[in-house]
């Protein structure tokens, strides 16, 4: 069964930046998309950045020109390079790939934004 793992977390100053990647235990046939949510404490879960199956990439309006989701085939894996982080970043953050009938979630990984 193939098993997504985030890592690249951790604690940041506001304005710093880290680099997130998620790495799929195996290969995956028919990927529609590839996404990044965050949970930040006493909120829901929210979409951050999604990358579609023909390379397309949207973000959360809080994010846009801050994050920038990619995918490294070779590799398996997907990122989120996050740049300028503020405190209002801070979460889990989860990553999820999914196709027409199935999708599959990582375990999150923690990003703190704080002086």
């Known amino acids: 069964q193939v098993q997504l793992v985030e890592s690249g977390g951790g604690l940041v100053q506001p304005g710093g930046s880290l680099r997130l990647s998620c790495a799929a235990s195996?290969?995956?046939?028919?990927?529609?998309?590839m996404d990044w949510y965050r949970q930040a404490p006493g909120k829901e879960r929210e979409l951050v950045a999604t990358?579609?199956?023909?390379?397309?990439?949207n973000y959360l309006d809080s994010v846009k020109g801050r994050f920038t989701i990619s995918r490294d085939n070779a590799k398996n894996t997907m990122y989120l390079q996050m740049n300028s982080l503020k405190p209002g970043d801070t979460g889990v953050y989860y990553c999820?790939?999914?196709?027409?009938?199935?999708?599959?979630w990582g375990q999150g990984t923690q990003v703190t934004v704080s002086s």
């Open positions: 999820a790939f999914a196709g027409s009938t199935w999708s599959i």
């Open positions: 195996g290969s995956i046939l028919s990927i529609d998309r």
């Open positions: 990358l579609s199956s023909g390379l397309r990439a």
